[in-house]
């Protein structure tokens, strides 16, 4: 391949280590999560979801509260907003390559509607989404298996990778976005981890602060408490950008699933990551 041909496909920076690179292995273990979750009935239209996104062993059983709420379910497009952790001065990231390669087979992007929404975006005098080659961000990926085993039929993938925490960009952003998805059979997806490297008791009270603002339905109040540090959201930026979008489709309110802590599966409570699960609905109005 010549040095500036992009791969088409990504191969996965992170099988064999965040997650299990074998097949069989994988979709079990994701099965076994999916099973073990057990949810209230959320009434009403789903239209996004919120995930944790650190290693399988450590959030894929509050991974797995997400993804019971669509297990059986068929979508045709997945928008999966998340972080990137590397630091790249852009506000906002997509892939540059055509298809997400994981042990579960190949994921689609559906490319013509990136390119539509970056001359939206170009148009509203907005930074674009900048295509990225050959990325180690995990956040994204480690949503994909999870979507691969609940789906019944395969999907599109619309990657973004947010930077910025501007909240007059993302909520312009997300009604472009909005715009373009609207009608369509889509789910939001959005890859946060909470509060990082704290004790338990200190962890559980900040996560309790940004989970009450994702509940609440503020994407404001997700990036004040982020920047205030009353709680804390690797992917605050991707999951205001998640709410905007919901919010400018219908959906009115969010549920909390789960919420645990890595101390779950390390034991140990010195230092600690949170995890949440949470649902984003259109209730019917009584």
């Not at 050959?134 to 999870?146: A, G, R, T, V, Y």
Request: charged residues 15%.
């Amino acid at each position: 391949m010549h040095m500036n041909q992009i791969n088409p496909v990504r191969p996965s920076p992170i099988a064999g280590s965040w997650y299990s690179s074998n097949a069989d292995q994988l979709r079990e273990e994701i099965e076994g999560y999916l099973s073990s979750a057990t949810n209230p009935e959320l009434n009403g239209q789903l239209v996004g979801l919120i995930a944790p996104h650190a290693g399988y062993l450590y959030s894929g059983k509050t991974a797995g509260y997400t993804y019971q709420t669509i297990n059986g379910s068929t979508f045709d497009l997945c928008v999966v907003v998340s972080p990137l952790h590397a630091y790249l001065p852009y506000a906002l990231l997509t892939t540059a390559h055509k298809v997400y390669a994981t042990p579960l087979g190949q994921v689609e992007v559906e490319h013509e509607l990136l390119t539509e929404l970056n001359l939206r975006m170009e148009g509203a005098n907005l930074p674009t989404a900048q295509p990225l080659a050959n990325d180690k961000e995990h956040s994204l990926e480690i949503q994909l298996p999870f979507l691969q085993t609940a789906l019944v039929k395969p999907f599109r993938l619309l990657p973004l990778m947010v930077r910025s925490s501007d909240p007059g960009y993302l909520s312009k952003t997300a009604s472009i976005l909005a715009d373009l998805i609207r009608g369509k059979k889509v789910l939001l997806v959005a890859s946060t981890d909470l509060s990082h490297f704290n004790d338990e008791a200190t962890a559980v009270a900040l996560d309790q602060v940004m989970l009450k603002r994702m509940t609440d339905f503020s994407p404001e109040g997700v990036l004040q408490a982020e920047a205030n540090q009353q709680g804390f959201a690797c992917g605050s930026g991707a999951v205001a950008l998640v709410l905007w979008t919901a919010k400018a489709l219908g959906a009115n309110q969010v549920t909390l699933l789960n919420h645990s802590t890595s101390a779950r599966a390390s034991k140990d409570t010195s230092s600690v990551v949170g995890y949440g699960a949470l649902a984003i609905t259109q209730q019917e109005a009584v």
